[in-house]
């Protein structure tokens, strides 16, 4: 019988963090306090160093996503994956909630009728039924919902608390980024370059849902 070492889920996890604050110290970078727990655990997701060094964050973007999250703000996401890999007793503990209009019929409707992606009308459909403001929306995967926020705020003055753009890919990726962090008005956490993705955005999430519960950084779901 083939055998195994086994290990507790916290005791894997505890040790997974610790691998990474050494291989971390080990390459002398040196994370600031208030974006450690983020970028941690987006390495921690994906394995990835490479979001130590490329992670970007407004001044005041964690605690602007801690406050709005105790306040029970709304989350927006322009894919389900997302949505549905974001700690949902977290969430509803400090009285938030969760949208993806992604697959809404309407929203399919739309974009068969205009031609646009039906992330990027999902994020208008947030708009529409008044969720934007004050609430955190998360950018994973499609760049033209990140282009719809910007239009929003230019045109309609939404202003989020928050926006995570980490949209993964080749077309539009890097513009898209590199369009959202010359905002000013916004707090946003942002990855530079191609990478990105759900399990990404996802590990931003709940890091500071982590935050905003209290919630040790190296305890599991």
Known sequence: MFDYPTLSPQGITEQSFETIRRELSAANIILPSDTAPIVERMI??????????????????????????GNGCAIITDVNMIRMGINASRVQQQGGTLHCFVADDDVRQRAAETGHTRSALGIRMAWEQGLLQDSIVVVGNAPTALFEIIRLMLEK?????????????????????????????????????????????????????????????????
């Open 44 to 69: 921690h997701s994906t394995a990835d160093f490479d979001f130590a060094t490329i992670t970007r964050f407004s001044t005041g973007a964690v605690q602007a996503g801690i406050h709005a999250l």
């Open 157 to 221: 003055e939404v202003r989020p608390a928050l926006v995570i753009g980490v949209p993964v890919g080749f077309i539009n990726v890097v513009e898209s980024k590199e369009a959202f962090m010359k905002t000013t008005v916004v707090p946003w956490i942002v990855t530079q370059g191609r990478k990105g993705g759900s399990a990404v955005a996802v590990a931003i999430v709940n890091a500071l849902l982590r935050l905003a519960t209290g919630t040790r950084a190296t305890e599991t779901d």
